[in-house]
């Protein structure tokens, strides 16, 4: 199974627009076609970019309706404690927790919309790519 440790900018626009392509990606976890791994430092930096007034004024849930798509969408992750400490990402350090997480949960990827992130290219061998790749790249699997 390929494990991918998704950029908070992927799940936020999961959740604002559900036929995009990072929703798919959150479609083929439901579906068991891969592993979404995610650190609780990752999940709480959704959720407050969820409960941003200028996101809300976009997506219009409740805060109770975001805790029960965080609920549901927990379901469906591997949450990954991380002990790892990255100083890779000098031009927006609170990247370097996707990177941690990623090493931590041995992901085969990491997704995300964020330039600091995909100018990358890869950390230690965990290509770092856009949806849109990803998606090109699950389809090619057996």
Known sequence: ???????????VSAY?????KPALILSLAR?????????????QEIKGT???????????????EIERFLHAFAEVID?????????????DPEDN?????ALE???????SGDHHLT?????????IVKPDAFLGIIAREP
């Open 79 to 91: 949450l990954v404690h991380v002990t790892t400490e990255v100083d890779e990402v000098n031009d």
């Open 119 to 127: 100018d990358i290219g890869s950390f230690r061998g965990i290509p």
């Open 31 to 43: 579906q068991g076609k891969i592993d979404i791994c995610l650190s609780e430092e990752i999940l």
């Open 97 to 101: 927790k996707i990177l941690a997480c």
């Open 105 to 111: 949960a041995k992901a085969d990827f990491v997704v």
């Open 1 to 11: 199974m390929v494990r991918v440790v998704l950029d908070t900018n992927v799940v």
């Open 50 to 64: 969820l409960l941003r007034p200028k996101l809300q004024k976009i997506h219009k849930a409740t805060p109770q």
């Open 16 to 20: 604002l627009v559900s036929t995009g």
